[in-house]
């Protein structure tokens, strides 16, 4: 075999036209006999001092018309009959000093310096068209990373690597070993670290809500308020945790006494949202963390910056690698955990992922909990304060970009009151609900936070328009760069319509006149989610009557799209299975050990 010292670097060993093949210091090509390097059209094979290039007997090099094969002082090229280096009109292959590259066959690589790669015997390094190094590489990395964009730009933000199967597994047997260390750390120890986090949100804040406006669209106003109610949730469980986690005596003075006993579940999988990062992931992981478990965390592809955020403050408060890990990455990276032993799932999305993941890990018989989707209905009485209620009602719906389980999705309004409310509405949307660029400081309506929702949008406002809704203001993405879609108001609306069944969760709503309470009701109740349902009335009494009647699991009297963390949060039928919040949203992450104690 002969040593050929030419080599290439970010450059395809197999190029169509007009490519250059150049090489980087301490790089090799070798070959043995009967290979050939070969190249098309404008093509140079070019060498710098100090290079050999060397064939055995049986080996060519050969130019045709034009060709460059050029050295510099102090190279040699020899060549023994039958041996091949063929190049034609124009062709370059340009070397730098010492650098090695070896390929076999049908393989394409790029290497940069000191790599080697290498050719075995009756193999090509070809330059065609449609065989590429760089190009597959590029491929490669494509496929292995995320790309995170700014809705309210379309422009990309950066890239982030991908967990793969392997760094999935390496990460939950870190906690699997971890664990048991972490739950027999004290409480305090844990609520110290917890107390930590809960002062670098503050400290953090600006550069967070940034972040989060960046990659989501959502007004920096509102990133701020997100943070700021997190950091009142974790407030709840640092208060609250020590207190529901005490063993309970049932009969503590009889020959046989009780006690209730808590432990950790162990092993946790936290599959987030996007919409309201920190909100939707302090009501599992901390209660988590507090509780004994190890939490493997995995953020949504549209919120993997902020998740980066989360993890990385997490460790700075003193939390360890063994106790958290984040899994980066999209729906591929969801089914690898999927696939582990965890030893419970916590999913917060839609409803047709969670039934997916629900279904998914049913033969494990570990806890499953899913805060899923709604479709949630307010309703104005003709003893309402309609002006309150017009201006509640707009920001129920229209705050976050309408982009929340719980934004108001459709309204019900007495026809005593409608022409009024429906009047107050659109004013106040018009007026103060004008999509902007969300770092503004003033903007209330950011950017919808994935581009392939905008057509959803769009096919439900065509589906009410063609059905007889009419459109009072909006029905379009907005004319400006980025993600932008206008705030939509529809009357003449019905159950026949997409927009008054199926979830929107964008800043669309339908208005729908009713003759009373009891159609209103029936209307609130005519849905397969339950998650919240809000009435506007003066007349308490009558609020109680319709709320016992509504199948939600939260309901408002006179305010909407709200939640607290001393109340559970929890939904039904296709708004999920399970409670976070409240003391319920602690005992979520543990089970019960009963011990029965007789004397001797």
Known sequence: MVNWNFTFQLRPTNTSKHHNFTTSPHHNIEASQFHNIATSQHRHITTSPHHNITTSPHHNITTSQHPHFTTSPHHNITTSPHHNITTSQHRHITTSPHHNITTSQHHNITTSP???ITTSQHHNITTSQHLHIAISQHKNMIENTLRINNPATGIKITRVQKDDAESVQQKYQLLKNGQPEWANT???????????????????RVDLAETLTAEMGKPFQEALNEIQGARGRIHFFLNNTSNWLQDEWMIPDAPTRERLSFEPLGVIGNISAWNYPYLVGVNVFIPALLTGNAVLYKPSEYATLTGAKIRDLLYEAGIPLSAFQMVTGNAEQGEMMLDLPLDAYFFTGSYKTGMYIYQKVAPKLVPVQLELGGKDPLYVTNNADIHN?????????????????????RIYVHQDVYDQFVELFVAEVNANWQPNLPALLNTKLGAISRKEHLAFLDEQVKDALDKGATLLTGGKRADRKGWFYEPTVLTNVNHSMNIMRDETFGPLIGIQKVANDNEAIALMNDTQ????AAVYTNNENQAEQIMKQLNAGTVYLNCCDRVSPNLPWSGRQHSGLGATLSYMGIRAFVRPKAYHLRHV
Do not use: K, M
């Not at 409480?187 to 400290?203: A, K, M, P, T």
């Open 529 to 532: 989610y339950g998650l919240t």
């Open 114 to 116: 000191h790599h080697n």
């Open 389 to 409: 209620a017009a201006l509640s009602a707009a920001e129920g719906a229209f705050y976050n970009n309408g982009q929340s389980c719980c934004a108001v999705e």
């Open 186 to 204: 004290p409480l305090s120890e844990r609520l110290w670290c917890i107390e930590q986090f809960f002062r670098l949100l503050d400290v953090e």
